[in-house]
């Protein structure tokens, strides 16, 4: 009997019914007062609560493997790395010898962020994989395994077949068909993503509902995140708009559907809260994934991929839409402080980017920078820094840098204003800086950019090239430490002037921008139904 509320409560757990799962350890507290199963469902509740305190105690009254979970899952609550990887990796290995799959999944779950902020992303996408397989929910499976594929171009290429697999979670789905509507007088574009709000994307969408042609085109926004000053900031131009938060993907497809939308553009891809399992219905008949993700969707109701001819390269299940000029175009959503540059007594170089960008081959060359470059520092700036062990983690991989020749600086809201203190940003790769490159350009620190050979890996050259500082950009490592080396005698030629170069550069031209998108659109429609 215990066992059978046991289940009931692991089932209430992937439905998120919190209160039932403390009436299934009630149930189980009538059977066995002291049972530390009873315990532990205590325990697990209270953590997806934010009781931290109550869920700690019952986890250790539970003392058992779920009790152990929610203790990992405290850690990873509090940012403690350190106490979290212990815990969980043990979890994680238990439960694979018992066979204890949905403990497992949990375990799997929870350290995953914590791996990404530690710089691991590339465990924590094999680790998400293997959750996607241990849950019988298939919307929670494909969730899972999206994250899996977003987490993976941190460290490679996506190939395009492990990518498809993502297809099968939407196998019982029967996709929306189309007929040519006659009696659009415009071509109806929609866009869809969570992240019309103070979000890195936000800076490149502003181009596209701002300055769109009237006479041809109708634009609609479909939002499916929350709400803040930038949403409303979005809705004050002319467009329409539909709120999709909280509604199922079958629901928020009916309604594109129903709107009859020519050509539906996800700005999401696999980023997180992903909108593809509502293109998967297939509520458009031409749909295009741009921005918001560099690698390809493997969705087969995707049928392009907005890209560019400087970022070419990869694997891809959708046709790629090539640009002339970037794939993006820059329209900062806040205000910029003021360039006010602070000339140091020594080179300050820089890297504002997430620290699980920062990869082994990156520190390599890196320090060789440092050595190349005496009395030179480098300022490294992210969330990482903002935690205690993830500090720890971040010296522990920088072990053979001049420590003394190193600041780690926490993430905060002036983040901006600091690249006043910063003489050279140094881009990440194979994934390289997007909003971060262009945030450096706009504040006047140029950025070193080494060239890739697939879309992800290419953001930085393509962002350069828009921008006209193409001599930036790195050829290779060697070349790339070259360039950083040679910048450190001249930097001070681009502080001043920068700015205004960058905003008067393809980069940031939104109208001709979108001119060449709309051709692309006009393109595609026509090639739809051969009008």
Not at 224 to 247: C, E, M, P, Y
Not at 272 to 292: D, E
Request: net charge neutral; hydrophobic share 40%; aromatic share 10%.
């Amino acid at each position: 009997m215990i066992l059978d509320w046991v289940k009931l409560a692991d089932k209430f757990a992937d439905d998120g019914d919190v209160e039932s799962m403390f009436g299934a350890a009630n149930e189980i507290f009538e059977l066995d007062k002291n049972s530390a199963e009873g315990y532990a469902i205590l325990a697990e509740a209270n953590l997806y609560l934010g009781n931290l305190a109550e869920a700690e105690k019952f986890a250790r009254l539970a003392d058992n493997l779920r009790g152990r979970l929610v203790l990992g899952g405290i850690a990873a609550e509090n940012f403690n790395l350190r106490e979290e990887f212990k815990i969980l990796c043990s979890v994680i290995n238990e439960a694979r010898e018992i066979h204890a799959d949905k403990i497992l999944c949990k375990a799997l779950i929870f350290i995953t962020n914590g791996l990404y902020l530690a710089g691991e992303a590339k465990t924590a996408a094999e680790y998400l994989r293997e959750a996607s397989t241990l849950t019988e929910n298939v919307e929670r499976a494909a969730e899972l395994y999206s994250k899996h594929l977003f987490f993976l171009n941190y460290n490679e290429q996506v190939k395009k077949s492990v990518a498809q697999d993502f297809n099968k979670f939407f196998a019982h789905i029967q996709p929306y068909t189309h007929k040519k509507n006659y009696s659009h007088k415009k071509i109806r574009i929609g866009y869809i993503s969570p992240d019309f709000r103070q979000h890195a994307v936000a800076n490149f969408i502003l181009p596209l509902i701002r300055n769109f042609d009237s006479n041809k085109f109708s634009v609609t926004c479909y939002q499916t995140g929350k709400s803040d000053f930038v949403t409303a900031k979005l809705q004050s131009k002319k467009i329409h708009w539909r709120n999709l938060q909280n509604l199922d993907a079958a629901t928020s497809a009916r309604i594109i559907y129903e709107d009859a939308i020519d050509i539906l553009v996800d700005l999401s891809g696999h980023s997180q809260n992903s909108c593809l399992p509502i293109l998967a219905y297939k509520p458009a008949p031409i749909q295009i994934t741009a921005l918001g993700y560099v690698s390809t969707t493997g969705l087969n109701a995707v049928d392009y991929f907005l890209s560019d001819k400087n970022s070419g390269g990869g694997e891809f299940t959708e046709k790629i839409l090539k640009l002339d000029g970037c794939h993006l175009c820059y329209a900062p959503i806040l205000k910029m402080p003021a360039i006010n540059h602070i000339e140091n007594n020594c080179v300050t170089f820089g890297s504002f980017n997430n620290f699980a960008k920062v990869t082994d081959a990156v520190l390599e060359l890196w320090l060789k920078i440092l050595r190349a470059v005496p009395n030179s520092k480098l300022i490294i700036k992210n969330k990482t820094c903002s935690i205690e062990s993830g500090r720890e983690i971040i010296l522990r991989r920088m072990k053979d840098f001049p420590l003394d020749r190193i600041e780690l600086r926490p993430y905060s809201k002036d983040y901006l204003a600091q690249y006043n203190e910063i003489d050279i940003a140094l881009d990440t790769f194979p994934y390289n800086g997007g909003l971060t490159t262009c945030e450096a350009l706009y504040m006047g620190v140029p950025v070193i950019v080494l060239r890739g050979n697939y879309h992800g890996s290419n953001f930085g050259a393509t962002i350069l090239t828009s921008a006209g500082f193409s001599e930036l950009i790195a050829e290779n490592p060697d070349d790339y430490i070259k360039k950083a080396v040679e910048l450190s005698q001249r930097h001070l030629d681009y502080h001043k002037n920068l700015r205004e170069k960058l905003k008067k550069s393809a980069l940031m031209d939104g109208k001709k921008y979108l001119r060449e998108i709309e051709k692309i659109y006009c393109e595609v429609y026509k090639l739809k139904w051969n009008a």
